[in-house]
């Protein structure tokens, strides 16, 4: 999909449509650098959430999902118990997939044990997979959907124990954390714009 230009005049992305929260998540997130464990931690675990479902139904849910998993408090989520997962399966505000709850609670307790030996450690196991910067922002129709880097670190983390983390949901947490800048030719965030 090509750049399209908003209401505001400026070009953008052409997933980012028109939608309110799509606009600011595009403007204001995507493709901006993220660091820091908890941080990173909240973008892999709902990454996993979005895996088969569009972003926008993730992202009206964030603050919902925010509220569930104790704010993506790493050591938090890491102690949910039977009682919790009741709780989120309960919980319409969020994406009640045993599976992917599953995955977010024990992802939290690999994270925990990661982070607990070096605080700082997801954040660098993660960024050190990051692919040099682009100095030419990419056309709209070349961006892909996984690179050799998010199936390297996909495979890393799934040797750590992570779940839920295949090399397309991880190439997503790439753009959207500013690993990758894919912000296409004519969008004012692309690189040289």
Known sequence: MSVIVGADGRARCGWAGSAPEYLRYHDDEWGTVLHGDRELFERMSLEGFQAGLSWITILRRRDTFRAAFAGFDIDAV???????VARLMADPGIIRNAAKVDATISNARVAAELVRE??????????S??????????RAGEIPATT??????????????????GPTTIYALMQ??????????GCWRAAGA
Do not use: I, Y
């Open 129 to 138: 997979f990051a692919p040099p910067a682009r100095t030419v922002a990419p």
């Open 176 to 185: 959207a954390t500013g690993m990758v800048d894919d912000h296409a030719q």
């Open 118 to 127: 070096a605080p700082g450690a997801l954040d660098a196991l993660l960024w």
């Open 148 to 165: 050799p880097e998010s199936v390297a670190l996909s495979k890393e983390l799934k040797k750590r124990g992570f779940r839920f983390v």
């Open 78 to 84: 890491a102690a949910f118990d039977d009682a919790d």
